[in-house]
């Protein structure tokens, strides 16, 4: 009994540190034609922590159901959301992570790395989707989104 007892203890306090913490951090719906659900989340295990932006869109008449889910870690979210709260009207930022355009109050974001997860098929010959996760902000929500995150930055760097 007792030779099983420390394997167990071993095994269930290896367990128990290595669980990951998912906390939602926002979550928007977008106002476009394609009008998507974009939720950001934090997540972190007892070594280290990074984010992530899920999305997904409605299926419609014009559009099928998509699913987007990328991650990050804290200094490329920390990047993101710098350029997101710095980006003048009528620019245009692009690096290897994202792609940001603001024009007619409105920003475009483009994540260069994500691909449709949904694994359904489209067109006639029947490929695979390989959206990319694009939506639109409007100027009254970038606002909101950059306060947000920006406060959800700073909680984490005061944790440090």
Not at 45 to 58: C, F, G, P, V
Request: proline content about 1%; overall charge positive; aromatic content about 12%.
């Amino acid at each position: 009994m007792k030779s099983l007892l420390l394997p167990l203890a071993i095994f269930s306090s290896v367990v128990l540190f290595a669980q990951e913490v998912t906390k939602d951090i926002l979550s928007i719906n977008t106002r476009e034609k394609n009008a998507k659900t974009i939720l950001f989340e934090s997540q972190t295990t007892n070594q280290d922590s990074y984010y992530t932006i899920k999305a997904r869109n409605e299926t419609s008449k014009d559009f099928s159901k998509c699913k987007w889910s990328s991650r990050f870690s804290e200094n490329e979210f920390k990047y993101f959301v710098d350029e997101l709260t710095n980006i003048e009207l009528g620019s245009t930022f692009e690096c290897s992570l994202f792609k940001l355009r603001y024009k007619n109050e409105k920003i475009n974001i483009k994540f260069n790395n994500t691909k449709c997860t949904s694994e359904h098929r489209t067109f006639y010959f029947q490929e695979s989707c390989n959206r990319s996760l694009t939506f639109v902000l409007y100027k009254n929500q970038l606002e909101s989104v950059n306060t947000r995150l920006n406060n959800v930055i700073d909680e984490q760097l005061a944790k440090k």
